[in-house]
């Protein structure tokens, strides 16, 4: 079937964590004249792979060779040419596609690597090459649910993209993209489980969200603060704590009051009794 893609037509849009991805072009060429000095608009970046014969890559007046296997972005605003060997025409991927970066959402270790490297080069390992080829195939056979599989398949070249960027790290942070009725399950565990440590800030981590959007989302899932919400999980497990015979000693230091006398006065309060 050979190594082309037809994707000319469609529409792949696709959510990349918080990131908006309009992919532009997607194919594969065989270079026989020079690609001439240029660069990328703001938002627009290339992903290419060289899948044959040999050439040069000129970023920034630097030169970098080009063979089988080279793997490199151009983003916004990198100056670069590609020039072909003509006794072996250089062969190429490329894959380009637009950024979006929402304002107010927090970027991944992903997202960020992804926005914030606009030139890289380096070695694909083969698994970069064997998604173009899936991409070839899908394109061209175009079976039932072929777009739902583009999508996955440059998605997985952006991910293998990313960790080369990063040399494979580990990514600690929580994934923004979590549904809002996700995110009340775990608001509800945190203050249940976590009431006497729980921050606004760790809270915001866990559910995706900056902190003033965490409060918001707060007073509109639950018509409350944080600090409220923080103060009313407190006293329900003292509460229980209480009725469970406990000590009065023992539920201020489990739910975390220091100051006896001020959490002997909000357990006296009438609706704690």
């Known amino acids: 079937m050979g190594?082309?893609?037809?994707?000319?037509d469609v529409e792949l849009k696709f959510r990349f964590d918080n990131l908006h991805i309009t992919v532009q072009q997607v194919n594969y060429g065989v270079f026989h004249t020079p690609i001439t000095r240029h660069r990328h608009g703001k938002t627009y970046y290339e992903l290419h792979l060289v899948c044959?014969?040999?050439?040069?890559l000129i970023s920034d007046d630097e030169e970098y060779p080009l063979e089988k296997g080279a793997l490199y972005m151009t983003g916004p605003n990198v100056v670069h040419e590609?020039?072909?060997?003509?006794?072996?025409?250089?062969?190429?991927?490329?894959?380009?596609f637009d950024i979006k970066r929402p304002k107010n959402t927090p970027d991944t270790e992903a997202s960020?690597?992804?926005?914030?490297?606009?030139?890289?080069?380096g070695t694909d390992n083969g698994e970069c090459e064997r998604l173009f080829e899936s991409l070839?195939?899908?394109?061209?056979?175009?079976?039932i649910g072929f777009q739902n599989n583009i999508k996955?398949?440059?998605?997985s070249i952006l991910v293998l993209l990313v960790r080369a960027y990063t040399g494979d790290a580990a990514e600690y942070k929580q994934s923004s993209s979590v549904p809002d009725d996700k995110r009340a399950i775990i608001t509800d565990n945190a203050f249940l489980y976590d009431y006497s440590s729980i921050t606004l800030a760790s809270l915001a981590q866990l559910i995706g969200l900056s902190e003033r959007q965490t409060q918001r989302f707060l007073q509109?899932?639950?018509?409350?603060t944080f600090s409220?919400?923080?103060r009313e999980a407190r006293l329900n497990k003292a509460k229980e704590l209480l009725r469970r015979g406990k000590p009065i000693e023992e539920a201020a230091r489990q739910t975390g009051y220091e100051d006896l006398r001020s959490f002997k006065k909000l357990i006296n309060q009438p609706e704690m009794l």
Do not use: P
């Open 228 to 230: 409220l919400l923080k």
């Open 220 to 224: 509109k899932q639950y018509g409350k």
């Open 136 to 143: 070839s195939f899908e394109s061209l056979t175009r079976r």
């Open 52 to 56: 044959g014969g040999k050439g040069v």
């Open 112 to 121: 960020t690597a992804l926005c914030e490297t606009h030139f890289w080069i």
């Open 3 to 8: 190594k082309k893609i037809s994707l000319n």
């Open 82 to 96: 590609q020039i072909t060997d003509s006794t072996s025409l250089m062969e190429e991927y490329c894959l380009g």
């Open 152 to 155: 996955n398949i440059i998605s």
